[in-house]
C-alpha cells in the first residue's frame, strides 16, 4: 500500500530555512516522480516542485531560487530544503506522487500534509 | 504559463440530485486534465485523469468529460459524502508546470 508521510514543518521567522521530509512506503522514491505541491490557508492549490525518477528537478517560478527537492533512496524519504521564507510561504505542504510513471500525469497519492507557518 | 479557471465558485445542490461543475483552460491540454476532491481537514484526492478515466475505488456516478480547453465534473445522485470543493489541473504543460483551478465548493 501506498503510504506518504510528511513532516518538518512548524513555526519560522521569515528569512530563516526549514527542511521538510516526506517518508514513503508501498514503493521507492528513486522510481517515481514526486511533487510538492502547497495550500495557502483557506485558499487552492499552487504546485511547488517536482523530481523525476531520472532525477531531473523543476520548481515553480515563485521558489525556484529558494526551494530544493531532493531524495535519499537509502531512507526512500524525499525532501524539501526551502530557504528565505516569506509570509507568503504560508500553507501545508504535501507531497503527492505520480505512480503511473508518466511524466505527464495527475497525482495519484497524496500524504496528509505538514503546515508552514512564517510569521516574526 | 497554462491558467486554470473553474466555474461555477459555489454550487448549492441537494442529495439525489446531479451536480455539473466546469473546468477551463487558457490553451489547449488535449486530455491532460485531472479533478480531485478535498473534504475538509483532508488532502486532495484524484477522482478523474485523462479528461474521463475514474481512478481506482471511485464511484460511477462521478463522470469527466471534454478536450482540449474545456472541460467537466458531474456528479449524478450526490450523495452527502460529496459535499466538497472539486479542483481541477492540467497536466499538459512542457517544462512541467503543473497549474490547479480555483475550486469549487459543492453544498447544500
Known sequence: EVQLLET???????????????EASGFTVGSRHI????????????WVSLIYSDGNTYYADSVRGRFSISRDNSKNTLYLQVNSLR????????????????????FDYWGQGTLVTVSS | EILVTQSPATL???????????????????????WYQQRPGQAPRLLIYGASTRALGIPARFSGGGSGTEFTLTISSLQSEDFAV?????????????TFGPGTKVGL
Open chain 1, 8 to 22: 518538518g514543518g512548524g513555526l519560522i521567522q521569515p528569512g530563516e530555512s526549514l527542511k521538510l521530509s516526506c
Open chain 1, 35 to 46: 511533487s510538492w505541491v502547497r495550500q495557502t490557508p483557506g485558499k487552492g492549490l499552487e
Open chain 1, 87 to 106: 509570509a507568503e510561504d504560508t500553507a501545508v505542504y504535501y507531497c503527492a506522487l505520480i505512480s503511473s510513471g508518466w511524466k505527464r500525469g495527475p
Open chain 2, 12 to 34: 448549492s445542490v441537494s442529495p439525489g440530485e446531479t451536480a455539473t461543475l466546469s473546468c477551463r483552460a487558457s490553451q489547449s491540454v488535449t486530455t491532460n486534465l485531472a
Open chain 2, 86 to 98: 472539486y479542483y481541477c489541473q492540467q497536466y499538459n504543460a512542457w517544462p512541467p508546470l503543473f
